[in-house]
């Protein structure tokens, strides 16, 4: 991958990089229908993607589409919190995960205890940030995620607390 898009020309811009985004766009829209063939194949490019500085947001978009349905989401929030190892890029990851977790049963039970472990790194708390945007509303805000809030809303970055601001827990 590295090089493909040295060339330049006048009537082509980054051609490589172009054609990895429109991949991973059209795997990342079918894992959900496809089963659990296509979301191997999805984590698998997406370790290849995110091992490189020019491809680790479109491995990090494949990391989310490849989250499991169903059991403990844990694990592959982790590892997706190290690999969103710069700010924009754990914002534009939260984004995602939100997106996801909307289509994806917002009501986990446990959503809440998923969100907690994840709070005690920056990348990490933002996606607790963005779980409990949309978890918590979907529970009706009950005392626990309006806890969880309050306290990313006090959290050492600032990033963090900004996302955290951002989730009305009582919209006027």
Do not use: F
């Not at 009501?107 to 790194?121: E, I, K, M, N």
């Amino acid at each position: 991958m590295a090089g493909a898009d040295d060339v330049m020309d006048l009537d082509r811009d980054l051609p490589a990089q172009q054609r990895v985004s429109y991949l991973v766009k059209g795997l990342a829209a079918r894992v959900d229908v496809s089963g659990e063939a296509l979301r191997g194949a999805a984590e698998a490019l997406s370790e290849a993607l995110v091992s490189t500085t020019d491809h680790r947001t479109d491995g990090l978009t494949l990391a989310v589409a490849a989250l499991p349905k169903r059991g403990d989401l844990l694990p592959a929030l982790r590892r997706i919190a190290t690999l969103a190892d710069r700010p924009v890029l754990a914002w534009c990851v939260t984004d995602r995960v939100e997106n996801w977790l909307a289509a994806h049963d917002p009501g986990r039970p446990s959503l809440l205890s998923t969100a907690r472990d994840l709070s005690t790194t920056a990348a990490g708390a933002l996606l607790a940030a963005g779980i409990s945007n949309l978890a918590g509303q979907y529970a009706g805000w009950p005392a626990p995620w309006r806890d969880l809030v309050l306290e990313l809303r006090e959290h050492a970055d600032p990033d963090v607390r900004e996302r955290a601001r951002r989730t009305a827990m009582a919209p006027e």
